[in-house]
Nanobody
Framework: VQLQASGGGLVRPGGSLRLSCTASELTVSRYSMAWFRRVSGEEREFVAAIRSNSGTTYYSESVKGRFSISRNVAKNTVDLQMNSLKSEDTAVYYC??????????????????WGQGTEVTVSS
C-alpha cells in the first residue's frame, strides 16, 4: 500500500491550496481517509477525515469552515481543499488510511497507512 501526497507549496495568507492523496493497492472508498499535519517540533495533529461507508466528514476546530475533504472514487484519490489559509496552517501535511472506530477518527492510532507528507508554507 502506498499513499502519495501532493499539492503543497508556498501561498500567501488568505490564499488557497488543494492537496491530493493518491492511493495504490488500496481503494479509498473502502477506508476512512484522513489528513493530519505536523508543525516542526510538535506532534502530528488531526485536520480532517472522511469515513469509508457513510462519507461523513470530520474537521478539527482550527480548520472547520475553511478546509474541505473529499474523495474521487474514479481517480482513487482524497483531496483537501484549503481556503483562507493562515500562517498557523504552515506544516507538513500527511494523508492516512485506516478503519478507525468512531471515537478514533481524529486519532493517529486509528490509521494504519501513511503517506510521506507534503509541505505547506503560508507566508507573505
Amino acid at each position: 500500500v502506498q499513499l502519495q501526497a501532493s499539492g503543497g507549496g508556498l501561498v500567501r495568507p488568505g490564499g488557497s491550496l488543494r492537496l491530493s492523496c493518491t492511493a495504490s493497492e488500496l481503494t479509498v472508498s473502502r477506508y476512512s481517509m484522513a489528513w493530519f499535519r505536523r508543525v516542526s517540533g510538535e506532534e502530528r495533529e488531526f485536520v480532517a477525515a472522511i469515513r469509508s461507508n457513510s462519507g461523513t466528514t470530520y474537521y478539527s476546530e482550527s480548520v472547520k469552515g475553511r478546509f474541505s475533504i473529499s474523495r474521487n472514487v474514479a481517480k482513487n484519490t482524497v483531496d483537501l481543499q484549503m481556503n483562507s489559509l493562515k500562517s498557523e496552517d504552515t506544516a507538513v501535511y500527511y494523508c492516512a488510511a485506516g478503519v478507525p472506530i468512531l471515537s478514533s477518527v481524529g486519532q493517529k492510532s486509528g490509521y494504519r497507512y501513511w503517506g510521506q507528507g507534503t509541505e505547506v508554507t503560508v507566508s507573505s
